[in-house]
């Protein structure tokens, strides 16, 4: 039985090193997406700004509906009341004209303890208002449309500054590296130039300058390992890690171009970026406003129906009523104060109707500068890769004479120099290129890149 338990202990440890856990993959780019939507706090409320615009607006669709209401009330004498009636107080006369006085005497009364009550169910519907309940329950509708997009567009927003954080955190990586590699040259450099000075083929000034370049290569990469732990913090804020937490991502394949036009590109931006589509909701929101506004010109007419049971004096023990009425109700004079409020949302419309324009001509730059950018940035790309290509060519030249006699250390340091440089210039290249065309997405109001596409081509 030992040998059997021992076996599949064996098994599971086996199992366990062959197939890696969750946590030892990577995150990919995708997976820093979904995370960072589900746990950001700004998505979060801007959902519950959608929520209590959804119950405002089914608020308001209730107003459209009879209202049922019981009321009541209940009175209780703690003592008795009197009241004194004086004599010949009331009078009366009989056919033949004789008047009779009474009471005969002063007489006290007295009205024993008792309870009263009043109490019944009623229904009142709205009958008119002017305007005032259907176009408010549209504005409502309309709110709660806006705070769709705004949910939207805080999502939207999201995913740009989560994309841009998670390729800072690659870049980062990426040039420590680089860093790494430049401080390994140097190192091995500084070993062969000690060798060389003890054989009296180097000075000592060569010496120091490689002591020197090497000192300010470990400060470039003290630097670059700075900056991967504060690109790795800005990221994990975005998913709503610890900020000290280790990040372990996937790299980003380079994509292919853009599969849409500049014209495509603003044609899209107008119907799918959610802030235009929140202030077209806004500018509806205020176009019903100012009906709302307009409704006070209008009598308000309700009508309804009533049904109580009381008991309220001595004569009148638990009677029951109901009653249908209808009630009318009409500002008539207000000193213009009815004026001001329409003319106050007339403002509002036109404010609304500016704000729609003055964004959609700034969501045309947008993506117009979005997409020079990305054009721009993809010929670097192909600039830097043959800076390198040059810079490898001429350090592998310089060694060949360093080694032969005919180039000094300084050429060499100088030649890895340019290497090193244009190493970080290729890599940022790409980096820029994709930041451009999450950028130009961004910009579109549309993250995803096969989404993108569909839509370019329904266009």
């Known amino acids: 039985m030992k040998w059997i338990v021992s076996s599949i202990l064996c098994l599971f440890i ?14 990919t780019l995708q997976e820093a997406r979904e ?4 746990a950001y706090w700004g998505v979060k409320i801007a959902h519950e700004q959608f929520i209590e615009a959804e119950s405002e607006r089914k608020e308001h669709f209730t107003d459209l509906f009879p209202k049922l209401n019981l009321d009541g009330n209940l009175t209780s004498y703690n003592k008795p009341s009197e009241f004194l009636l004086s004599q010949g107080e009331f009078s009366t006369s009989n056919l033949l004209g004789n008047t009779f006085s009474f009471p005969a005497e002063d007489t006290l009364i007295s009205i024993t303890n008792r309870t009263t009550y009043q109490f019944g169910p009623s229904l009142e519907q709205p009958v008119f208002a002017g305007g005032r309940l259907y176009f408010g329950f549209r504005q409502s509708q309309a709110m709660e449309e ?4 705004n949910e939207k567009q805080a999502v ?3 995913l740009f500054d989560v994309e841009k954080a998670y390729l800072g955190v690659l870049q980062a990586v990426a040039e420590k590296k680089v860093a790494e590699k430049d401080l390994e040259y140097f190192k091995k450099l500084r070993s062969d130039v000690e060798q060389k000075f003890k054989a009296g083929r180097n000075t000592l000034d060569d010496v120091l300058k490689v002591e020197l370049k090497e000192a300010k290569s470990e400060q470039n990469l003290l630097s670059a390992t700075s900056e991967v732990q504060i690109k790795n913090g800005q990221f994990n804020l975005l998913i709503v890690r610890p900020v000290d937490a280790s990040a372990s991502l996937e790299p980003v394949p380079d994509l292919p171009p853009v599969a849409i ?3 495509g590109a603003l044609s ?3 119907s799918h970026r959610p802030d235009l589509q929140e202030a077209l909701a806004s500018f509806n929101a205020a176009g019903f406003s100012r009906r709302v506004a307009e409704s006070s010109y209008y009598p308000q007419v309700n009508t309804g129906a009533k049904w109580y049971r009381q008991d309220v004096s001595p004569s009148q023990v638990d009677q029951q009523r109901w009653l249908i009425f209808l009630t009318a109700d009409w500002n008539v004079w207000e000193w213009g104060g009815t004026n001001q409020r329409v003319e106050q949302a007339n403002a509002n419309l036109r404010r609304a109707d500016f704000e729609v324009q003055q964004l959609s001509d700034r969501i045309q730059l947008d993506v117009h500068q979005a ?7 993809e010929k670097q790309i192909q600039v830097a890769a043959s800076a390198v290509e040059h810079a490898k060519e001429d350090l592998r030249v310089v060694e060949l004479g360093y080694h032969g006699g005919v180039k000094t250390i300084t050429d060499l340091i100088e030649a890895e120099a340019v290497l090193s440089q244009a190493e970080l210039a290729d890599l940022r290249a790409h980096f820029t290129a994709q930041i451009a065309r999450a950028t130009l997405r961004h910009s579109i109001g549309i993250m995803d890149e096969e989404s993108i596409a569909r839509a370019g081509g329904s266009n």
């Open 156 to 158: 939207n927003d999201l």
């Open 146 to 149: 806006e705070a769709n997009w």
């Open 268 to 270: 899209l931006a107008q």
């Open 371 to 377: 997409w020079l950018k990305l054009d721009e940035s």
């Open 261 to 263: 036009d500049l014209i």
């Open 35 to 38: 995370e960072a939507v589900k």
């Open 14 to 27: 086996s199992i366990g090193l062959i197939v890696p856990s969750p946590s030892a993959l990577g995150l």
